[in-house]
């Protein structure tokens, strides 16, 4: 007798998943605002304006503070996407091939929505 492939993950498999990307979005999150700390403090800084001015290094500095933070904003939008996905039982699905996308590949990259196989196709 042939075992049926499975079609989603189970709902403790599931909890086991929103609590990694719970704790991802926590960091995430914490992660986004010493970056928006550090914008906050540079553009307040006399010190800052001063030497962004000489040099150019502030507003080198203030660029990469906002690629960094709006990096950790898509990954926040990433993780409570997967979170939506979750409460929908509808999470670890590939959007490409519609199979399960492996458990290991999720507890590394939960926010995934490809499997290796369509992601190395693309």
């Keep these: 007798m042939q075992a049926q492939s499975q079609t989603r993950y189970s709902d403790e498999e599931l909890a086991e998943f929103k609590a990694i990307i719970d704790a991802k979005l926590a960091e995430a999150r914490k ?55 979750i409460q929908n039982k509808v999470y670890g699905i590939c959007r490409v091939t519609g199979e399960l996308i492996s458990a290991e590949r999720l507890r590394i990259v939960p926010h995934t ?10």
């Design 31 to 85: 992660q986004l605002q010493f970056y928006l700390d550090q914008m906050t403090e540079q553009t307040n800084s006399e010190d800052g304006k001063l030497r962004g001015l000489d040099d150019g290094t502030g507003t080198m500095a203030n660029e990469e503070l906002h690629r960094l933070a709006s990096r950790q904003q898509q990954l926040i939008q990433h993780l409570e996407n997967a979170l939506l996905r």
């Design 113 to 122: 929505t490809l499997s290796i196989h369509a992601k190395q196709n693309r």
